[in-house]
């Protein structure tokens, strides 16, 4: 996909975005096929999984929008953006990271917990913020965040279930990322039960008023 506004749109317009941990390439591709099969129109594809760069060339011709997770560096960064990543994630704010998104012109969404790594963020030109540990908040903080910083557009990730997600939606935010109930459905009941729970994510996404 071409164009930063074009995949920020898309990332608001998803709301829920699948955060792929695959103990192997092929596990990866089993959940990422099922998360677009179930709905997801956003997948992550993290760092941590063994040969991700076999995850990428298979993930892309699926469709969706690709992102990659758990970049800690700019090497790491360029290496996502020629495999095609669209966006890149990283559980904190890096800012060498910053910099590589933004001669590339691809949405950099950092991890972070306070106000001050959050206008760090911004000032590097962040557009979305990733909220993480989400469940080590509750949902207004963005509220709270949004009252001085209105601008601030943020995804938590981390603890985000179908329990919450709606109230997480309707505290503003842009979308929420899905990771550890995807892996558990799938060491349960594989990519059947992939495809089931992101339906059901979809839902209650849509049940939130805010898709």
């Known amino acids: 996909m071409n164009g930063k506004i074009e995949v ?9 975005v ?27 594809l993290t760092y941590t999984t063994p040969d ?12 969706g929008l ?15 953006i020629l495999n095609g990543a669209s966006f890149i994630v990283s ?9 590589i998104c933004n001669r590339y012109s691809v949405p950099y969404l950092p991890g972070c917990m306070t106000i001050t790594e959050i206008v760090s963020a911004l000032e590097s030109g962040a557009d979305i ?13 963005i509220g709270a965040v949004n009252g001085p910083l209105p601008q601030v557009k943020i995804m938590p990730t981390g603890g985000v279930n179908l329990q919450n997600i709606g109230s997480w ?9 899905i990771g550890s109930d ?24 849509e049940e939130s008023g805010q898709k």
């Open 129 to 141: 913020v990733k909220l993480f540990p989400a469940n080590r908040f509750d949902p207004s903080f």
């Open 91 to 99: 559980p904190n704010f890096n800012r060498d990271i910053a910099v």
């Open 8 to 16: 920020l749109n898309k990332l608001a317009d998803s709301k829920v």
């Open 18 to 44: 699948a955060v792929v941990r695959g103990r192997t390439a092929e596990e990866a591709i089993d959940i990422s096929a099922a998360a677009l099969e179930g709905g997801f129109q956003a997948i992550e």
């Open 66 to 80: 690709i992102g990659a997770g758990t970049v800690l560096d700019p090497e790491t960064a360029r290496h996502a």
């Open 169 to 177: 939606l309707k505290a503003g935010a842009v979308a929420a990322g």
């Open 182 to 205: 995807l892996n558990k459905a799938y060491q349960s009941g594989g990519k059947a039960a992939v495809t089931e729970l992101c339906r059901k994510y979809i839902a209650a996404a």
């Open 52 to 63: 991700v760069a076999k995850v990428f060339e298979a993930v892309r011709s699926e469709g």
